[in-house]
């Protein structure tokens, strides 16, 4: 079987922020906005994203995965420019999205993600484009199973949930590809384990049982703007869990600059073979490999 390559990156925080309306800074949205005014526009930078994406497009990855935060206060006014961003990486055929946090900042515009980028959510059985998740999409040898733990929180809180219903489903999507000889990937944005109280996956505990029950190869995650590699329990083995930093960000405090990984998949004989290669920014603004490790 020819090697399949996947792309990954999150968190690309698109800059700049549309002005918001007056009537839009009220409750979570001041904080927020107080936030990127002083902090956050210095850090997330358009020529950081721009620079990564162009030498990800470089290699040529068979499929692309974004695992969230494409914009920042879920403002009317940043979808559109989303939607078009996404559009200038690849089509949905070639790129999978999900939600991170911010995309559905405040109950508002909760939806507006699924509304706006319906297309690279959406399953392969979904008819209407819609956004239900857990979605499972098809490419390659891949089976791509994207479910959102983006919910709108209260001010100075990023947890994430996934909820009983969409555990509920997921636990039947992991049952039924279980007997397929796919290599599993499940996108999360939120990290499966966290020591942040107010950034953690509130319903972890139930995520990690199944996924020790039914298993899958892969889970790749955003959130936390770090390298992050760890393992969890499987059916059989451990399962990689891999974690990538923003993909728009300059180096700051414990946070790495900007990254992306490239996994490059394929089946020999019975067992699958993974290599991740992390590729990032560098203080000149280049983009170079960083290190190559063997996942499996």
Same mark, same amino acid.
């Given at each position: ?21 007056? %009537? ?47 914009? +920042? ?8 420019? %989303? ?27 909760? +939806? ?38 983006? =919910? ?52 972890? %505990? ?37 974690? =990538? ?15 992306? +990984? ?24 280049? =983009? ?9």
């Amino acid at each position: 079987m020819a090697t399949f390559t996947l792309a990954h990156l999150s968190d690309p925080h698109l800059a700049p922020l549309p002005k918001p309306r007056l %009537s839009e800074l009220v409750g979570k949205r001041a904080f927020g906005y107080l936030n990127w005014t002083h902090n956050r526009h210095k850090i997330h930078r358009r020529d950081v994203l721009d620079a990564l994406v162009s030498d990800m497009l470089a290699q040529a990855p068979d499929h692309i995965a974004i695992t969230g935060d494409l914009v +920042n206060l879920a403002l009317e006014a940043e979808f559109a420019p %989303s939607r078009a961003w996404l559009e200038s990486i690849g089509t949905p055929e070639r790129v999978t999205v999900i939600p991170g946090n911010h995309d559905a900042y405040v109950r508002a515009t909760q +939806n507006r993600f699924a509304e706006s980028w319906g297309s690279y959510i959406a399953g392969d059985e979904t008819s209407d484009h819609g956004a239900a998740f857990p979605a499972v999409r098809r490419r390659g040898p891949l089976a791509l199973i994207g479910v959102s733990s983006a =919910v709108p929180t209260p001010p100075l809180m990023a947890t994430g949930w996934l909820g009983p219903s969409q555990l509920q489903a997921l636990a039947k999507t992991l049952a039924g590809l279980a007997a397929e000889e796919a290599f599993r990937v499940l996108l999360i944005h939120h990290p499966l384990h966290s020591d942040a109280h107010n950034k953690r996956l509130t319903d972890s %505990s139930e995520a990690l049982a199944l996924l020790k029950q039914h298993g899958v190869e892969l889970v790749l995650h955003g959130h936390d703007h770090i390298h992050s590699a760890t393992r969890v329990e499987g059916p059989k083995r451990q399962i990689p869990v891999i974690g =990538v930093p923003s993909a728009s960000a300059l180096a700051h405090g414990r946070h790495p600059p900007a990254a992306y +990984n490239i996994f490059s998949i394929r089946r020999d004989g019975a067992a699958w073979r993974c290599e991740q290669i992390v590729r990032g920014i560098n203080e000149a603004r280049r =983009v170079r490999e960083i290190r190559r490790i063997t996942l499996s």
